[in-house]
């Protein structure tokens, strides 16, 4: 998650960054777009797959959303929380 007294715009991370192979990905292993959109749910500012699919991202501004999503991923998925500040 993203702590600091200074608010940081995101969305454009949404409209300029992508991954291509997520369409793809996506479309044949469903719990990764699941993992995606148990973040977006949990109020992720930014979540992307990195490469073709070893690991899903986030960013949040807060402990407690990064901590709601990894309590809604399966218990046996790995899942770290980092600060960044």
């Known amino acids: 998650?993203?702590?600091?007294?200074?608010?940081?715009?995101?969305?454009?991370?949404?409209n300029e960054i992508r991954n291509d192979?997520?369409?793809?990905?996506?479309?044949?292993?469903?719990?990764?777009?699941?993992i995606k959109d148990i973040m977006i749910e949990s109020k992720c500012l930014f979540s992307l797959m990195s490469g073709t699919g070893s690991t899903v991202y986030g960013?949040?501004?807060?402990?407690?959303?990064?901590?709601?999503a990894a309590v809604k991923l399966p218990i046996s998925y790995f899942k770290h929380i980092s600060n960044l500040n």
């Open 1 to 14: 998650y993203f702590s600091t007294n200074d608010s940081i715009d995101f969305t454009f991370l949404q």
């Open 21 to 34: 192979f997520e369409k793809y990905v996506f479309k044949y292993y469903p719990e990764i777009k699941l």
């Open 59 to 68: 960013i949040f501004d807060n402990l407690e959303s990064a901590e709601s």
